[in-house]
């Protein structure tokens, strides 16, 4: 692991600031490391507010979107919702379609089948919905690229209004309203909205229109904060407001098919963490092993038996979801090393019978094994389809514009895409992959970073310090967990392995004459050695509060551990 100590920041801002707000320079610090520089920054990051969310009539084109919404309620036209099958689609669909029949008997859902239409709209979607006498379809995260689709539905005198968080290519699809904050003629003051952000904004003008204020759709903050949760989107601006609502939402008043997910949680209060490894896997179990619409069923449910139901089909789904995961992976590793590829600048690999519905876990798993940029293939159809993974700070969505002769199409973002390409075209497109890849990555991007907020001394660690900390959640993309490195630590002498094969690692540390602290080091069982007969090492970690039993007491969580020099 690569440990890179953050640059400090000024010394004269860090003391105004903390004189400013009566923190110590520590806090200060690590506040100015996430832009926060004045009192007034300080203030709406620490007492994020509703009134702080921008008017959704500056997004472009959304005058035309609620004016298109608003005549097809007036003609009793059928509405159509379709939104893509993982966790920000069918929360999004959830949403929208949710709150348009609180206005509008005439409003129906459509998810596509990830293995017979794959990702974003389908001509199949757009021919049910002429089958079935829909004029007017709004897409959720997707159709920022589906220009012929909408042409074939203009073709059919169906409607699209878009709503997508992808980037545009360039040209847009000829929709009545294409929502989009990341297009270039959008002055949107925040670009960084999920999909189902995007939809709540939709949510918010139409919303308006009613004199409803902001109180009136608390309700639906649940899905925005799983979605922003699951799609991993910067938590900052708008997505810290909505996440840090949302989960307020879900820890008090969860929709059914939420509170029906979590009611086995043996936690007081979730963070947005639990969102992410307790509820999105969940919601995403359905799409990947069955259909997108249970999960869109769970979430739109408000008969809490019902939805219990539901969610214990959804949880048999995440239970086959674990197995194949963990049984494709290990196969992609033999792969990996039965064509001797351990060495190189990527991972790609293939297979016809992996389950389409697990490729994206799977490459994330491969990125653990071998830090580099990961594509995972299998056969869709008549043709391959992949989910890629990137390693920090390299855009993946960059290399494969870079070998687009190769692939059919793909879209996504710069840690996260999926393609489809012919399958005799696998080979051309595996070369010219790592080709691209070795040509423009930095070699340190090669090996994992570990990027620490600050070098403290245990003595600077105290209860106001994890007051102050706690209040820095929701944590998230350029807003994550403080992550602190202490150096000339000793175990006292308690280290031990934890775990049915001894793979993880606790200690009880101290540094020169402070007070011992407990260490939990996940997955480092292999470790101890290094800790023994009071060897002094260096360690970085996270600042935890470990519950037990109704206790609460201070725990370290590892994130390294080295011999100190």
Known sequence: MRWNLKPKPSSEKVTQLAKELKVEELVATLLIQRGIETFEEAKAFFRPSLDDLYDPYLMKDMDKAVERIEKGIENLENILVFGDYDVDGTTAVSLVSSYLRSLYPNVATYIPDRYDEGYGISFKGIDFAEDNGFSLIIALDCGIKSIDHVEYAREKNIDFIICDHHRPGNELPKAVAVLDPKREDCNYPYDELCGCGVGFKLVQALGQ???????DLMVYLDLVATAIAADIVPMTGENRILAKFGLEVINTKPRP???????????????ITDVVFIVAPRINAAGRIKHGNEAVALLTEY??????????????????????????????LCQIEENNEQEKFTSVVFQENWHKGVIGIVASRLTETYYRPTVVFTKSGDKLAASARSVKDFDIYNALEACAEHLEQFGGHAYAAGMTLKKENYKAFKAAFEAEVQKTIPPELLIPEISIDAQINFSEINPKLIRILNQFEP?????????????????????????LEDEHLKLFVKQDNSEGIGVIGFGFG????????RKPIEICYCIDENEFNGNVSLQLRLKDIKQYN
């Open 303 to 332: 008969n809490i038996e019902q939805a219990e139901q539901f969610a214990a089909e959804i949880e048999q789904h995440n239970n086959e979801r674990k197995e194949l995961d963990k049984h494709i992976t290990t196969e992609a």
């Open 475 to 499: 944590f998230g993309p350029q807003n994550m967990t403080p992550v602190f490195m202490t150096k000339n630590v000793v175990d006292t002498g308690y280290g031990k392995t934890l775990g």
């Open 209 to 215: 229109n009613r004199n409803q204020t902001i109180n």
């Open 257 to 271: 098919g939420i509170k029906a997910l979590i009611q086995n949680v043996k936690k007081k209060e979730l963070t």
């Open 526 to 533: 292999n470790q101890l050695e290094l800790t023994k007969n």
